[in-house]
């Protein structure tokens, strides 16, 4: 992550964006510190000074990316819709939020191939993680999904969507995802045939 604040704050920023077109347009391995401090206007200690090196960039961007999309879908919530309701709006806020990055998709695509990078992709997702069970523990509260394991779930629920964004970033097929996700998400319901498939151990937990 970045490790000053707040002085030049639009050198660092610039040294992003410049950054994120770099890595789009050529190809995250293919690109230097020195091609991005060339490209920025800046020297390589002025890109030295806000990153410890071409790695640290890269998580800053991905974070940003990634932060963008949590905080799209997390505002798409409908507080007064039921569980599942909701939680469709929010996964079709954050695809539609991906499908418009634009080049930024670009390196988001590269960036699931390059190990360095999973640290930070790690701490984000073990965050999504704690507030999607939150909704859970919410909807199964409220008789409006069913009820089983919270935490399984949302692993299992962030594995679908993980999977889900790697697709819509390699193929482009939004409208497809989105309606595997929507059917997936609609087999939560309390109403559906899900209720019939619920363990025991679940059933009696719930009465």
């Known amino acids: 992550m970045s490790r000053r604040q707040p002085r030049g704050q639009e050198t660092r920023e610039r040294i992003l964006a410049v950054a994120l077109s770099q890595f789009a347009a050529r190809g995250y391995h293919a690109v ?3 091609d991005i401090a060339s490209a920025a206007g800046v020297t390589k200690g002025a890109v030295y000074y806000w990153f410890t090196d071409k790695d640290d960039i890269g998580r ?3 974070h940003d ?3 963008r999309l ?3 879908g997390l505002a798409a919530l409908e507080p007064d819709a039921d569980t599942v309701t909701s ?3 929010a996964l079709e806020v954050f695809l539609d939020t991906l499908d418009n990055l634009g080049e930024a998709q670009f390196f988001l695509r590269d960036a699931w191939t390059i190990p360095e990078l999973d640290v930070g992709t790690i701490a984000d997702g073990q965050d999504a993680l704690g507030l999607l069970r939150g909704v859970l523990v919410g909807g ?3 008789g409006e999904i069913v009820p089983l394991d919270p935490d399984a779930l949302a692993r299992v629920l962030f594995g679908a969507l993980t999977e889900a964004t790697l697709y819509v970033l390699t193929t482009g097929e939004r409208t497809a995802t989105l309606a595997a996700i929507d059917h997936l998400v609609e087999s939560l319901g309390a109403g559906s045939r899900a209720t019939e498939l619920t363990p025991p151990a679940a059933k009696s937990r719930r009465g």
């Open 32 to 34: 230097s510190i020195e």
């Open 60 to 62: 800053d961007l991905q």
């Open 65 to 67: 990316l990634y932060e």
């Open 70 to 72: 949590a905080r799209d």
């Open 87 to 89: 939680i469709r709006r």
């Open 140 to 142: 199964m509260a409220r």
